[in-house]
């Protein structure tokens, strides 16, 4: 490309800008929200306690632990073991860390949390029209080299992503079936931790299909879609919920650590849940 | 008649320099009419670009009070006129004079992209047809005035100079206008991920916030551009049906 000759003007530096506004608020914002999260997330993955709860009959399995792989007894637990038999004796073991990759991967990777992640934690840059720190330069790759040219694997992290909001919505359908008090078998009933279960299902679903690849995945990779009517459907579908993709990806992170939080604290014997039907 | 200072770079290249004026401001004046007002005052050699002042020509670029925008287009009453407006030239480009940049490195590069190639006409008069549907996406793409704007808040062009590797977002809503448009059967997705260098982007939307057309200039043309070079390059089992099936047929098929 001819651009050698170009005079341009001198780089400003880390955070040099001509803006008046609080261009810093929404990085900053950001920062603190996702090593909030981040933090949480860690901290209750590494519980490997609290996260099912079934006082009252209830069937409550926190979403940092479904599928439930190895857990106790009376735990919704897919293999009959505590712990994977390969598991090294000398580190803890919490079934979150067996499936918490997945979703973490999704989310590293998606689109709008990359920009939203290089503004925040890498200043690259801080905010739009906002000087970056010097010593990038010329030196800058992008997503071109290794290691952030592996972000291009998104769409390996979506197939796993969708297939969790399928076992999720599952949980929130077991969680309508309260065990009766006599033991004999189970009845149908509404928890405030039901409709929990059922809005992380729901906000994870609208995060999850309408991210980009899954838009491109069901249609956009195509130039014509008036001659495949249910891929133009879906395309379109997707398409409406990835406008709104930011939100989705906020509400629903958030959503899904108050899920934790509260199965965690129905289980810690803080809270009751209060049944409805 | 309330009066409001504009500070307005001055000067060219590396001698360029701040310089304040006041002048009056009334209801309804924009940017642009406050730079004419200066100029008619005070600075008859102040230069600054401009043509159609309804924002459809793309010729006022400038940064005001930090933030890449349109002259015509910018509303001091929406601008805290209690504080110095400061309005200075686009940072991507370089500088010639004033507020004026030399914006010609972006016709270069519009000038490598593969032009519009469309397949063997569909009836025997030499026409094509195509549903509504499938054209409408690319229309949106159609409404770009090249502004730069969008060049211009690029960190990619603007804080790593990466012009000989990057084409920019105003050349990958171009490209996208062509390679999603149900006629053509160019395939740009090489030139995409090599010499236009879409990898550099890192999706921070800054282009999609200027757009004074409002075009979702990352959503729409870019992702779904790097989502194409991923087909192309770094997902196997993409490539591996593509062998069964191509993505687009042959010229003249």
């Given at each position: 490309m001819s651009g050698s000759d170009l005079q341009l003007p001198q780089l400003r530096g880390m955070g040099k800008t001509s803006r008046t506004d609080a261009w810093w608020l929404q990085p900053g914002a950001i920062l603190l929200g996702l090593t909030a999260f981040i933090a949480y997330t860690t901290w209750a993955a590494l519980q490997g306690q609290n996260y099912f709860y079934d006082g009252g009959g209830a069937h409550y399995l926190s979403p940092f632990y479904s599928p439930l792989l190895f857990g106790q007894e009376n735990?919704?637990?897919?293999?009959?073991?505590?712990?994977?038999s390969?598991?090294?004796?000398?580190?803890?073991?919490?079934?979150?860390?067996?499936?918490?990759?997945?979703?973490?991967?999704?989310?590293?990777?998606c689109y709008y949390y990359r920009g939203a992640y290089y503004k925040a934690f890498w200043g690259d840059p801080p905010a739009c029209a906002v000087g970056e720190p010097g010593f990038r330069g010329k030196r800058y790759r992008g997503e071109r080299k290794f290691p952030l040219v592996m972000q291009n694997a998104h769409r390996y992290f979506f197939y796993p992503a969708a297939a969790f909001v399928v076992i999720l919505a599952f949980d929130a359908f077991k969680a309508l079936w309260f065990t009766r008090a006599d033991g004999a078998g189970s009845e149908f009933g509404i928890g405030v931790g039901t409709i929990v279960l059922a809005l992380n299902a729901i906000l994870l679903g609208g995060y999850t299909f309408g991210c980009h690849c899954a838009r491109h995945l069901v249609g956009g990779g195509r130039d014509t879609l008036s001659d495949a009517p249910v891929?133009?459907?879906?395309?379109?579908?997707?398409?409406?919920?990835?406008r709104k993709h930011m939100a989705w990806a906020w509400v629903s992170l958030v959503w899904v650590a108050l899920t934790d939080v509260y199965v965690r604290l129905l289980c810690a014997g803080v809270i009751t849940d209060l049944r409805i039907v | 008649m309330p009066r409001a200072t504009f500070r307005i770079t001055r000067g060219s290249g590396e001698s360029a320099a701040f310089k304040d004026y006041t002048t009056d401001v009334s209801e309804g004046m924009v940017v642009l009419d406050a730079v004419h007002q200066v100029q008619a005052e005070s600075a008859p050699d102040l230069a600054c670009r401009w043509n159609c002042k309804a924002g459809k020509c793309g010729s006022c670029s400038a940064e005001i009070n930090g933030k890449p925008r349109l002259m015509c287009m910018t509303r001091l009453s929406d601008l805290d006129l209690s504080m110095r407006v400061i309005i200075e030239p686009l940072r991507a480009f370089p500088h010639v004079k004033d507020l004026v940049t030399d914006v010609s490195w972006n016709y270069r590069v519009k000038q490598r992209i593969r032009p519009f190639k469309p397949r063997k006409p569909d009836a025997p008069d030499g026409t094509w047809r195509m549903q509504q549907s499938d054209v409408d996406r690319v229309q949106e793409f159609r409404k770009c005035?090249?502004?730069?704007?969008?060049?211009?808040?690029?960190?990619?062009?603007?804080?790593?100079?990466?012009?000989?590797?990057?084409?920019?977002?105003?050349?990958?809503?171009?490209?996208?206008?062509?390679e999603m448009h149900p006629l053509d059967v160019e395939d740009r997705v090489g030139d995409l991920r090599g010499k236009d260098g879409i990898g550099y982007c890192n999706i921070t939307k800054c282009c999609t916030k200027v757009c004074p057309e409002h075009i979702t200039i990352t959503d729409n043309a870019i992702i779904p551009l790097k989502e194409r070079v991923v087909d192309e390059f770094y997902d196997p089992l993409t490539r591996l049906f593509r062998i069964f099936r191509p993505r687009k047929p042959e010229a003249g098929s």
């Amino acid at each position: 490309m001819s651009g050698s000759d170009l005079q341009l003007p001198q780089l400003r530096g880390m955070g040099k800008t001509s803006r008046t506004d609080a261009w810093w608020l929404q990085p900053g914002a950001i920062l603190l929200g996702l090593t909030a999260f981040i933090a949480y997330t860690t901290w209750a993955a590494l519980q490997g306690q609290n996260y099912f709860y079934d006082g009252g009959g209830a069937h409550y399995l926190s979403p940092f632990y479904s599928p439930l792989l190895f857990g106790q007894e009376n735990e919704p637990r897919v293999f009959a073991a505590t712990h994977p038999s390969w598991w090294p004796g000398w580190l803890p073991f919490s079934p979150a860390m067996l499936i918490l990759v997945g979703p973490a991967g999704m989310r590293f990777t998606c689109y709008y949390y990359r920009g939203a992640y290089y503004k925040a934690f890498w200043g690259d840059p801080p905010a739009c029209a906002v000087g970056e720190p010097g010593f990038r330069g010329k030196r800058y790759r992008g997503e071109r080299k290794f290691p952030l040219v592996m972000q291009n694997a998104h769409r390996y992290f979506f197939y796993p992503a969708a297939a969790f909001v399928v076992i999720l919505a599952f949980d929130a359908f077991k969680a309508l079936w309260f065990t009766r008090a006599d033991g004999a078998g189970s009845e149908f009933g509404i928890g405030v931790g039901t409709i929990v279960l059922a809005l992380n299902a729901i906000l994870l679903g609208g995060y999850t299909f309408g991210c980009h690849c899954a838009r491109h995945l069901v249609g956009g990779g195509r130039d014509t879609l008036s001659d495949a009517p249910v891929r133009k459907s879906c395309y379109t579908c997707v398409s409406w919920l990835n406008r709104k993709h930011m939100a989705w990806a906020w509400v629903s992170l958030v959503w899904v650590a108050l899920t934790d939080v509260y199965v965690r604290l129905l289980c810690a014997g803080v809270i009751t849940d209060l049944r409805i039907v | 008649m309330p009066r409001a200072t504009f500070r307005i770079t001055r000067g060219s290249g590396e001698s360029a320099a701040f310089k304040d004026y006041t002048t009056d401001v009334s209801e309804g004046m924009v940017v642009l009419d406050a730079v004419h007002q200066v100029q008619a005052e005070s600075a008859p050699d102040l230069a600054c670009r401009w043509n159609c002042k309804a924002g459809k020509c793309g010729s006022c670029s400038a940064e005001i009070n930090g933030k890449p925008r349109l002259m015509c287009m910018t509303r001091l009453s929406d601008l805290d006129l209690s504080m110095r407006v400061i309005i200075e030239p686009l940072r991507a480009f370089p500088h010639v004079k004033d507020l004026v940049t030399d914006v010609s490195w972006n016709y270069r590069v519009k000038q490598r992209i593969r032009p519009f190639k469309p397949r063997k006409p569909d009836a025997p008069d030499g026409t094509w047809r195509m549903q509504q549907s499938d054209v409408d996406r690319v229309q949106e793409f159609r409404k770009c005035i090249e502004c730069f704007l969008c060049q211009d808040v690029c960190h990619v062009l603007r804080d790593h100079h990466k012009h000989e590797e990057f084409a920019g977002p105003r050349h990958f809503v171009y490209a996208a206008a062509l390679e999603m448009h149900p006629l053509d059967v160019e395939d740009r997705v090489g030139d995409l991920r090599g010499k236009d260098g879409i990898g550099y982007c890192n999706i921070t939307k800054c282009c999609t916030k200027v757009c004074p057309e409002h075009i979702t200039i990352t959503d729409n043309a870019i992702i779904p551009l790097k989502e194409r070079v991923v087909d192309e390059f770094y997902d196997p089992l993409t490539r591996l049906f593509r062998i069964f099936r191509p993505r687009k047929p042959e010229a003249g098929s």
